[in-house]
DNA sequence: ACCTGAACACCGTTCAAGT
DNA sequence: ACCTGAACACCGTTCAAGT
């Protein structure tokens, strides 16, 4: 008998860039970074993969899309009318608590600079910073400090979550490292030896937040002296 | 007349992993991120592909062992003697300069936490801190901070790089950005517009070295008020 | 033990052809 | 205008076969 080849019937709801970056989301989160190609997205969208690309440009596109969303859901979110020092601690936080529920979105603000949501983010530690009394001249700086530290731990933590996809316990994988850090040259590395011992009991939550917190004492210090140092 | 197909010749001096990592780092240098493939690198080398693999377990192996090689140069370079502030200050600039030469590590850096460049670049500034005065408790989350600013620079200047391989100068493409910054609505991006003008104009060494200093003046209020706030 | 290079399993992206 | 899915040009990695 025949096999009548059957084309794929197609979808009645329409394709569109939203629902596409919806998709590659839930790919995301589901899979991690490496379950996200065109392929994949083809077959959760029901549709080829060259339909994609009607609707988003190429992948960088497509991550970046996926990006904006998920941090312009953690400023939008940010209650207003705090005190300028705990706005500035709480936006940190809501960043670090939606990098660590996706840590895809670390890879990408890691690795693409000028990304859409950048904007958000500078916004919402400068304004801030205006109302903390932060001299004009050093607004730049500063804002760009704290973002830079974001960034920084959204890397870091992007790289973590990527060793632990292969499901060593995390008490357990920092362990095997610290192990390494004790048995390096007491002459060469005595301050990382010493340390060791804390790396697999230290929280990486409460440690970006001391971060972001002497940032902000460096910062009020900075008041005081309103010419930088030569 | 028959063509012989010749096998190619075999080299007369022997692979290794040390001229294997040279010549990664060579190919990097030289092409950017995307030039690294393995056909290149055996092309490079005269010799096929598997070859590479009797030395090195994967490309990230290699990428790894290309960027401890950097960054061990870097930290071994390193006068000592200097005042610890200074000596902290130096080394970041150190390490600025080289990924700046190096974006590769950049990315590198940004990406794999673990890397055995890290106790280097830990130790540098840790046993510094200790000379510094801080406390003990303190240390650690002290030195994280500093060294996640030195990582979170490098994997914006390596995106950076990335984005102007294809030749546009740096002035105009910050300006690009800049204008688009400075179009954003005034009732939701006061800031941001305000800091558009400077983005052009700033210098990415200055700014990496302004916010090691505002970590350290944090680390220097830090002395006077030992018990962390609450 | 070390090297060769074809083969495999996968990508992102393009494009002629369909509706 | 939008979608389909095969085809193209690449990857990293493996492996039988050579020396």
Redesign the interface.
């Known amino acids: 008998m025949a096999i009548k080849k059957q084309r794929a019937a197609r979808r009645t709801d329409a394709l569109s860039k939203e629902r596409i970056v919806e998709a590659a989301i839930e790919i995301l989160d589901a899979g991690g970074e490496g379950a996200l190609t065109f392929r994949a997205l083809a077959a959760h969208l029901a549709t080829g993969s060259g339909a994609i690309y009607w609707h988003v440009a190429d992948k960088d596109d497509l991550l970046a899309a996926a990006t904006d969303g998920v941090v312009a859901r953690v400023v939008t979110d940010m209650t207003d009318g705090a005190r300028p020092r705990e706005a500035i601690r709480a936006l940190a936080l809501g960043l670090f608590d939606a990098i660590d529920a996706h840590p895809w979105v670390g890879?990408q603000l890691?690795?693409?600079?000028?990304l859409a949501a950048l904007?958000q983010i500078?916004?919402g530690f400068?304004?801030r910073l205006?109302e903390l009394g932060v001299p004009g001249s050093a607004?730049?700086?500063?804002?760009?400090?704290l973002v830079?530290?974001v960034?920084?731990?959204a890397?870091?933590n992007?790289?973590?979550a990527r060793?632990h996809a292969h499901r060593t316990d995390r008490t357990a994988f920092l362990g095997s490292?610290a192990d390494q850090?004790a048995q390096?040259d007491p002459a060469?590395?005595?301050?990382?030896r010493r340390?060791a011992a804390?790396l697999p009991v230290?929280d990486d939550r409460e440690?970006f937040l001391?971060?972001i917190?002497?940032?902000?004492?460096?910062?009020?210090?900075?008041r005081q002296k309103p010419t930088?140092?030569p």
């Open positions: 890879t890691s690795r693409a600079p000028w904007p500078f916004e400068g304004s205006e607004q730049f700086d500063a804002t760009s400090t830079i530290h960034l920084g731990v890397g870091q992007a790289a973590n060793l490292i850090w390096l060469q590395y005595p301050f990382v340390v804390q230290h440690q001391a971060g917190d002497l940032i902000l004492d460096g910062i009020a210090a900075l930088p140092r």
